[in-house]
């Protein structure tokens, strides 16, 4: 291989601009540098003004065109360019995209942008393209330039440095928790849902009145979201003071709705609001699909008769139908209910990204106010010590008027001259200079005396209040207390659009409900091999099975029924009736249905009854009695209930319904003991059942002591031995026992237990 370099760097012979690098410190560089601007400036908001760095952009950029609440409107064109071209050299799509939605108030809560022409709708429409729409700022946006122009935030240049852009706005409005916002990091996303105004400010008061104040108190003024499109919250108080508390969380939001009837007993359900960013035209195509794939049976048709309001009107399928289950239904399956993420994860300071608390948030807002407030006032102040400087300086010029003009006539340096003379500082010699004739008058100077004794009163004013923090937070309660009158909940834009409440309690099992109940028998081949018929058939002789395959289990059933198969490996498998195959064909292997391993096999199926016991037992003779309800699985690897390990399997499952247990051994001896002296687990190995030296455990029976017990001969004729006949097998659970009764069936089964 040859020893010269590929790339030549600078210590090569030839030179060069090529620097070799350790690879995994570029990369772990360049990508924690990639993730810094991710964070601070595209997906997190600054928790000040709830702005992320585009949307601060488009508004100071609509700021610059003058674009005002009473402006006339401008192409959306314009303000993407002007943003783009100064601010923000990103594509203008995006830039777009964020304008459109600050315009759209079933996205936003309180419209930081006055559109005008087609910015989309609920139904997830698109905007019309930037050339067509014409937008303008609202008055919200407005509250939060408010004062931007007197030194009240830092500035930083732009991106190529010929403009200067603001790194925050003064925020007389609480954006962040108003508006919401959502975004996703490099490691990290932020989700944060829109509230009340009037809310915002009752709480804010109350942490100014009281510094110390605790979540709980805060969520009593502001209970919760305020999402645009209204809808409930139907969480608990606790678990919303929970989110709040630790900044993370989620919010149950249901669509509204009410029963309207239509005569003749019927009625009809109708949808007035959704859950917030739900598109409404998806909405109803997805139930449309559920009801086309018959799983809402109880639901016979929805309709769209909305306008300018909300109006979703869902036809039931009979006026028997209970309005509040088809309801349940839809809630579990569409997006009629949705959970949003609570994740308040946002910059401190423009700069540190971490999750706050309500209580944070709001203390961190009101600090900025504060900032804002001092230097707002420091930078009032100094325009007024520059003009009282000015007007002192007028105030020495009129009672010696004759002489000024005589200076500034005949001197060849008349301000130097003016400022010798009367010791004026340069400021005030060129004021008087820059005098007009027709302002000598002696109105003009009653003028200024009124206005140099007001602007002295607002300087001891403005001193005072930089002094006191007591007055800092009366001013800024006067603030709040005028935010909160402007977005009254009275006002049209400030009332409460979201509502709370308690989700109904339900007895009747949904699962159940969704399925048309209709008889079914269910046909398990000794291969595992699985389907249905419908109806509950008796003579099962023409059903057909695969070549080598025969019968196992025929279960009667219902399709809202559950199947439990129980396993060698001690697992208990769950399949719905409704989800089996039909009954063409042989149907399917259950192993595809279920995660079994290719060593173990099914010993039996059941139909499940929740009210019922079992007793388990594995080959080598431990067994225990467990709650059917507690054996059901969830997910396709089933539950493990016996516990079994090398060459011991699982051998069989029987219902418990009686007071006495019959065990027969491989050994062809029978046991029959107390069921008392069985214990009740969940999981487990077990205990003892019999004892064998030559064989392990072959079946097992629970029977009534009063009734005998039973078993069924190859020809399926039923026999039964009466207590007074079954004295010698009786004994203590443990012990060995004795050969089976005469006639006992040479298969050493007592026949199907189900």
């Not at 190859?714 to 010698?728: E, K, N, V």
Request: one cysteine or more; aromatic letters at 6%; a neutral charge.
């Amino acid at each position: 291989m040859s020893e010269k370099p590929i790339l030549p760097g600078p210590g090569s012979p030839n030179g060069g601009p090529i620097e070799a690098v350790n690879l995994r410190e570029a990369l772990e560089e360049r990508y924690l540098a990639y993730a810094l601007s991710t964070i601070m400036g595209r997906a997190l908001p600054d928790v000040r003004d709830g702005l992320k760095p585009v949307h601060r952009r488009i508004l100071f950029a609509m700021r610059g065109l003058n674009l005002n609440p009473q402006a006339t409107y401008r192409k959306c064109a314009k303000i993407v360019g002007e943003t783009m071209g100064n601010l923000h050299p990103h594509g203008d799509q995006a830039i777009y995209d964020a304008l459109a939605r600050l315009a759209q108030d079933f996205a936003v809560r309180y419209p930081l942008v006055d559109g005008q022409g087609n910015f989309g709708n609920i139904d997830g429409d698109n905007p019309a393209a930037a050339r067509y729409t014409e937008a303008r700022l609202t008055q919200t946006a407005m509250a939060l330039l408010d004062g931007i122009d007197e030194d009240t935030v830092d500035f930083r240049p732009n991106y190529d440095d010929t403009s200067s852009e603001p790194s925050v706005l003064p925020a007389a409005f609480p954006n962040l928790l108003a508006n919401g916002s959502a975004g996703i990091a490099v490691g990290m996303a932020t989700n944060i849902p829109p509230h009340n105004v009037d809310e915002i400010c009752a709480a804010a008061l109350h942490l100014i009145k009281y510094p110390n104040a605790t979540v709980e108190k805060l969520v009593d003024l502001m209970p919760g979201p305020d999402f645009p499109t209204g809808g409930v919250v139907v969480d608990s108080r606790e678990q919303i003071i929970e989110a709040y508390k630790t900044g993370r969380g989620s919010f149950r939001v249901r669509a509204k709705w009410h029963k309207e009837d239509t005569g003749r007993g019927g009625y009809q359900i109708v949808i007035t609001e959704i859950p917030y960013q739900v598109q409404k035209n998806k909405l109803e195509t997805a139930i449309a699909d559920l009801i086309l794939q018959r799983k809402l049976p109880l639901l016979e048709n929805v309709q769209d008769e909305s306008a300018e309001e909300i109006r979703l009107v869902l036809v039931p399928k009979s006026r028997t139908v209970d309005p509040v289950i088809l309801m349940e239904q839809l809630f579990r399956l569409t997006d009629l209910e949705v959970k949003f993420g609570l994740n308040m994860n946002v910059l401190s300071g423009g700069q540190i990204p971490n999750v706050l608390s309500l209580r944070e948030v709001l203390q961190q807002w009101l600090e900025h106010r504060i900032e804002v407030l001092v230097r707002r006032s420091n930078h009032r102040l100094g325009k007024i010590e520059h003009r009282l400087e000015v007007l002192d300086g007028y105030l020495i010029a009129y009672p010696n008027i004759d002489e000024v003009i005589r200076i500034v006539r005949f001197e060849d340096q008349p301000k130097a001259k003016l400022m010798e003379v009367f010791s004026l500082s340069e400021v005030q010699a060129e004021a008087i200079l820059n005098l007009r004739l027709r302002s000598l008058s002696r109105l003009e100077e009653m003028e200024i005396k009124t206005e140099h004794k007001k602007l002295s009163a607002e300087r001891r004013d403005l001193k005072a209040l930089l002094k006191s923090d007591e007055l800092q937070w009366q001013r800024i309660s006067e603030e709040i207390k005028a935010t909160r009158e402007q977005y009254s909940k009275k006002t049209e834009l400030g009332r409460r659009r979201s509502s709370f409440s308690d989700a109904p309690e339900i007895d009747v099992d949904l699962d159940a409900v969704l399925i048309e109940k209709e008889p079914v028998t269910v046909i398990l081949s000794e291969k595992g091999w699985i389907r249905t018929l419908k109806g509950h058939q008796d003579d099962l002789s023409k059903v057909d099975f695969k070549q080598g395959d025969k019968l196992k289990r025929a279960l009667k059933a219902s399709t809202t029924d559950k199947i439990l198969l129980f396993a060698t490996n001690g697992k208990f498998y769950t399949l719905e009736a409704s989800a089996l195959p039909g009954g063409r064909g042989h149907g399917e292997p259950v192993r595809l249905m279920v995660d079994i391993e290719q060593n173990h096999d099914f010993v039996e199926a059941f139909v499940h009854q929740p009210d019922r016991k079992l007793l388990v037992a594995s080959s080598n003779g431990y067994g225990f009695v467990v709650p059917e309800a507690d054996v059901i699985a969830s997910t396709r690897k089933g539950k493990q209930v016996l516990n079994v390990s090398g060459d011991d399997e699982a051998r069989l499952v029987v219902p418990v319904e009686g007071d006495h247990v019959a065990v027969v051994g491989e050994n062809r001896k029978m046991l029959i003991f107390r069921l008392a002296e069985l214990n009740e687990m969940t999981r487990g190995k077990g205990i003892i059942l019999f004892r064998s030296k030559d064989g392990g455990l072959s079946d097992a029976r629970v029977f009534a002591k009063a009734e005998g017990l039973t078993w069924l001969d190859p020809a399926g004729r039923t026999f039964t031995l009466a207590w007074s006949d079954l004295r010698d097998w009786v004994g203590l659970r443990a012990q060995a026992g004795r050969l089976v009764p005469r006639g006992f069936p040479k298969s050493n089964r007592f026949g199907p237990a189900f």
